[in-house]
């Protein structure tokens, strides 16, 4: 969707003037979701594989065929549980594309609501739900008709979403979200992670992090995992990680000398959370990318 270290995403839609896009994704490593937030709304309709996403403060483990839901402004990530092939569609729009055109209070009756942030999507429903079968129904025929994209897509996709919203707001009505990661609390972590994102080369405590969210260090911890499905030093490795397999495909430094550049002080350490996170090694990433199987 975008670069992998961008976390605050401005999702590129591919049509102009169609603020939606469909990805279907099998991510190839340990990571399946990068930790990121957005403006959009996104539906996470989960195909196969074993995994864990963290939404807000909700932890999930999805079933094949069960959905999640990430509200607006909401940080979201997503880990493989094993080795197994993990597979899943994720749907992304602007709440633009539900609003219509013509003004009708009816509509705005349903829509704003969700727009203003005062109601919110379900974090997750499972195919055991007893309003399963018509959700899921209709994200599956609104995937076909963006694949297909046959005459008048746009209309069916949009008439779609507007129709989804009147059922989650009949059955799954909430007035804020669940947890205790509230607003205030939530936007502290992203300039938190923003920070991360900016400094992680050097050396971060978790008593410097605690101070950005206004948190003691216990409270800190306990959180931090909660919503990032890592503890703050995991947390930081996976960044250096990262960062690490863009400049091992985009550079040709030595591997020792980019261990050292995004932070690690040992070269052994460095090669094995790659080979764990990346399910291969810190030269087999460089290969696999020159011979074009990245």
Not at 41 to 59: C, D, H, K, L, P
Not at 192 to 206: C, D, F, G, R, W
Not at 212 to 232: A, D, M, P, Q
Request: contains cysteine; negative net charge.
């Amino acid at each position: 969707m975008t670069n992998p270290m961008q976390i605050r995403q401005n999702v590129p839609h591919r049509m102009p003037g169609f603020p939606l896009d469909v990805f279907h994704i099998k991510p190839p490593g340990k990571e399946i979701l990068h930790l990121h937030w957005h403006d959009d709304w996104e539906i996470i309709y989960f195909v196969r594989g074993n995994a864990t996403f963290y939404i807000g403060s909700e932890t999930i483990r999805p079933e094949p065929g069960d959905l999640m839901f990430v509200n607006k402004g909401m940080i979201h990530t997503g880990f493989a549980d094993d080795e197994l092939e993990v597979e899943y569609y994720a749907i992304v729009f602007h709440s633009e594309l539900v609003e219509g055109m013509t003004g009708s209070s009816y509509l705005r009756q349903i829509t704003t609501p969700y727009i203003a942030g005062r109601s919110f999507f379900p974090p997750y429903l499972s195919a055991n739900d007893e309003h399963y079968s018509l959700i899921a129904g209709m994200i599956e025929q609104l995937i076909v008709e963006y694949e297909v994209q046959a005459r008048g897509f746009q209309l069916a996709i949009s008439s779609m979403l507007q129709l989804l919203l009147v059922h989650l707001s009949r059955y799954y009505v909430s007035a804020g979200v669940s947890g205790s990661f509230t607003g205030e609390l939530s936007e502290k972590f992203k300039e938190l992670i923003a920070y991360l994102e900016m400094h992680y080369p050097e050396k971060l405590t978790v008593q410097r992090a605690a101070d950005i969210v206004n948190l003691s260090e216990y409270h800190f911890c306990r959180t931090f995992k909660r919503v990032t499905g890592k503890t703050f030093v995991e947390y930081v490795n996976l960044l250096r990680v990262n960062a690490a397999e863009q400049l091992l495909i985009n550079t040709s430094d030595p591997v020792t000398e980019i261990a050292f550049n995004v932070g690690f002080g040992s070269v052994n350490y460095f090669s094995q959370l790659f080979r764990q996170y990346k399910r291969h090694s810190p030269s087999d990433c460089r290969k696999r990318y020159a011979r074009g199987l990245s």
